[in-house]
């Protein structure tokens, strides 16, 4: 979900951004230690190096991609099994633009089209169920990834799916929430973080009162912030704040967009189609309650229900991406990270979409304080 | 009598062939070179100058799109890519690829709307050949142009003359055709997006006249503003430093980069160009190209400086203050999921 306007005015302004940097300066310096706080999402990620942030932080202050970048904690087995079903001779799969230049045990989606397999590239699952209308005599199998954002999107295209019968369309159900994988994180031993910039995207969704369990479990503490500049940066500053004042709590930096309950009404479609299930992420492994599947009662739509071979998987030899999403390292300490490992021809999955650790470190960082 | 649709027979050299180019090309492309339809054009004797010769190839998806179409495209596109040498283009070929099933009287669209570029432009197309390709081996119509012009005595244009505090002025606001193509795959319909498809070459040609010491020039077509500025900063051995808030965009071009996950600084562009002159020069460049320049609203855009020893090749100042390096694109600008 993006907005059509850019919130500039105010919140890219540099008189008020310089302001926050001030702010953070001096709550870095009560700190009096190098504090580290994890950005959840990846659209932060994305956020944080396109406005060139990171470089207007104090050097004490560093900021970690976290697992919210959809492309990156899907596995190669997942892959595997769309390759797989895209060798059937009536389907045609159906992804975001993203998954096309990710790693699997063989060829990416992208090697898999040029040799002349039916992948089409869509905006919105329901582009999906338009293809499926227009073609009557294939089966469009959708690669439904993304987290709580793009379930709601998924579960609407099944909706109209079932309301229009339009029987041929299928999702590969891979959809991911992240509250689980958080909490795994949290309770990681080698994971050395002072707090959390949440998801507001996905706060939008499920509620700001979602994440309390960070601050009452573990004792994290956590800012839901937006995806303009000064967004990022208040809540960084926030952060800072409840570190030197030893609180640890979930603060609601977006508001303006973002209640503690969420939306409910995208809440009941989701739950209409989806039920909790254990699912793989690239780095952590299986999750417990971690994914959605289909509910049994939408079976004929649940493309994993297709018999296919499957290779062994394949991870990449070398490929840290496990430890990078984990914010246990950075990019660089990864021994392919531009060795072998580039947007150009990405190992891992973070190196491939613009959100992902590695690539947002490769396009915006690897070039250090001399930029 | 002209058909509905192409046909195969339209590309077997015989009659259908010759009906295709009488009827839909020739009334609109019409000039004494053209008209022989010998295998060759011969033409005058050249001005006096270096030759500049440029050839590319249009496979636009959709061929026809708000402002323009791969007619136009197939003009524009080689007029500039020839008056970025700091030539003058004088004459064009074309060549057109048709898919089998493609409607005739969108052929002959797109052969009126390479006349009209012509015609904005100032040049002739003095030769051409038509091909058919069976359906599905073509997508309508893909066109191949190829273009001559000469640069004046005296001119010399290019990357090998930039120095370090050049100044970058842009012609206009960047963006406008890739997000229209990308609009229009995406089916998000704008009243107010429209291709910058426009030749520019009148307008580098008042930017000499009006005195200026262009040091080089080129336009931001495929892969945008981000690829033309790493190419040249490659070459140059220099880096160039983008002001983020100085470059034009349009908010409706904003707006569909915001909403398809796109950088505004990676969509190509079909009618503007970036001029390098001295920073002294830099005023003079944005005022003749505010009257002259497609699109209207140029601005001074970047500089260049010596690149540290390690550093980035381009590098641009945000809006919000910060630093970071400009990368080239890798594969094409996916759109991302969420």
Known sequence: VRTMKNPDHVLSDPEVLRGLVDEITSLANRVGRPVAFMEVCGTHTHAVAAAGLRRMLPTTVRLISGPGCPVCVTPVTYLDRALALAELPDITLASFGDLMRVPSSTVTLEEARARGRRIEIVYSPRD???????????????LAVGFETTAPTIAAALAEAEADRVENFLILPGNKIMPPPMAALSADPDLNIAGYLLP?????????ESFRFLAEEHGLAGAVVGFAPADVLRGVADLLRQTVEGRCEIANLYGRVVDGTGNTTARTLIERFFEPATTEWRGFGPIDGSGLGLRPE????????????????VEPVGCRCGEVLRGVVDPPECPLFDAGCTPDAPVGACMVSAEGSCAAWYRHDRYGEVV | MT???????????????????????LPHLDNPFLAVLSDAAVLPELPPGRPALSTDAFVVDPPEFPGGDVGRLAVCGTVNDVAM?????????????????????FVERCARSAATAAEEAGVQVVAGDTKVVAKGAGDAVFAI???????????????????????????????????????????????????????VNHAVEALFEAGIEVRSLHDPTRGGLKSVTNEVADRSGLRIVLDEAAIPIRPQV????????????????????????????????????????????PAAIGRME???????????????????????????????IC
């Open chain 2, 85 to 105: 040498a700091g030539a003058r283009p004088l004459w064009l070929t074309l060549a057109v690829i048709i898919e089998e099933g493609t409607p005739t009287e």
């Open chain 2, 254 to 297: 904003r707006a569909v980069c915001d909403l398809l996950g796109l950088d505004p600084l990676g969509l190509a562009c079909e009618g503007r160009f970036l001029s390098w002159v001295p920073a002294e020069a830099a005023d003079s460049t944005v005022r003749v190209l505010a009257e002259t320049a497609p699109g209207a609203a």
């Open chain 2, 306 to 336: 010596a690149r540290p020893s390690g550093g980035a090749p381009v590098v641009l100042r945000t809006r919000t203050g910060g630093l970071r390096p400009l990368d080239l694109l890798s594969g094409t600008d996916l759109p991302r």
């Open chain 2, 3 to 25: 058909r509905p649709t192409i046909l195969m027979g339209h590309g077997s050299g015989g009659r259908l062939t010759t009906e295709l180019i009488r009827t839909a090309f």
């Open chain 1, 298 to 313: 939408w079976r004929h739509r649940d493309a994993e229900r297709i018999p296919v071979e499957l290779p062994d998987p």
């Open chain 1, 128 to 142: 999906a169920v338009n293809l499926a209308r227009k073609n009557p005599d294939r089966r469009i199998v959708f």
């Open chain 2, 145 to 199: 142009s190829a273009g001559l012009g000469v640069v004046p005595p005296g001119r010399d244009v290019g990357d090998h003359r930039l120095e370090s505090g050049d100044v970058l002025v842009c012609s206009g606001p960047i963006g406008d055709h890739g997000a229209t193509i990308m609009a229009a795959r995406h089916g998000l319909d704008s009243d107010t997006l429209t291709s910058d498809a426009a030749p």
């Open chain 1, 200 to 208: 507001g995207h996905v706060a939008v969704i499920s509620g700001w």
